[in-house]
Antibody
Framework: EVQLVESGGGLVQPGGSLRLSCTDSRITLNNYAMAWVRQAPGKGLEWVSGISGSGGRTYYADSVEGRFTISRDNSKRTLYLQMNSLRAEDTATYYC????????????WGQGTLVTVS | DIQMTQSPSTLSASVGDRVTITCRASQTINNYLAWYQQKPGKAPKLLIHRASTLESGVPSRFSGSGSETEFTLTISSLQPDDFASYYCHQYNTYSGTFGQGTKVEIK
């Protein structure tokens, strides 16, 4: 069973930084493309960032461009999201998800990690 | 950026009803359209990709259709487990976008 597990969320002050991680428990390293999606409390889903299987291509939503950085370490089967200059509007549950294609549908999701900027 | 307009935002229905949710893209997305189901406190779950391809394990009462810019998710006979929120998602571009979501409530 595919299992993606996010970690690193928490409470941070405006202007602060946080790094989220997403670890893939699959035995076989598939190097799927990956994405981060967030959901503010009581709101809908928002695509945040995506990265190719090799990590060579990255993309960002306008709302986080220049402040967030997506990266991955395939040897550790881990996806990262470095979030700097955090704002109150970044408060959300952050999900990681994998994509068989790039771009692609979001096939398997983690359980999410909550980031609160206050 | 491609905008996705999903309707209705809320839908009240009864068990056994046929339910239809619509998503409209601001430009053609070549059928790179997915539908997700989300229950409170849980992560979204992929139901359909490529506009009409059902994910493995998803009940056949779910179906997707459409092309170009107009897409539909249909639940042929609503079951108690289907009361949830549903989102469309275009992935024609690397920066994907979601519809605003539809909450399916018990009538």
């Amino acid at each position: 069973e595919v299992q993606l597990v996010e970690s690193g969320g928490g409470l941070v002050q405006p202007g602060g930084s946080l790094r989220l991680s997403c670890t893939d428990s699959r035995i076989t390293l598939n190097n799927y493309a990956m994405a981060w999606v967030r959901q503010a409390p009581g709101k809908g889903l928002e695509w945040v960032s995506g990265i190719s299987g090799s990590g060579g291509r990255t993309y960002y939503a306008d709302s986080v461009e220049g402040r967030f950085t997506i990266s991955r370490d395939n040897s550790k089967r881990t996806l990262y999201l470095q979030m700097n200059s955090l704002r109150a509007e970044d408060t959300a549950t952050y999900y990681c998800a994998d994509q068989k294609g790039f771009p692609g549908s979001l096939d398997n999701w983690g359980q999410g990690t909550l980031v609160t900027v206050s | 950026d491609i905008q996705m307009t999903q309707s209705p935002s809320t839908l009240s229905a009864s068990v056994g009803d046929r339910v239809t949710i619509t998503c409209r893209a601001s430009q053609t997305i070549n059928n790179y359209l997915a539908w997700y189901q989300q229950k409170p406190g849980k992560a979204p779950k992929l139901l359909i990709h490529r506009a009409s391809t059902l994910e493995s394990g998803v009940p056949s009462r779910f179906s997707g259709s459409g092309s170009e810019t107009e897409f539909t998710l249909t639940i042929s006979s609503l079951q108690p487990d289907d009361f949830a929120s549903y989102y469309c998602h275009q992935y024609n571009t690397y920066s994907g976008t979601f519809g605003q979501g539809t909450k399916v409530e018990i009538k």
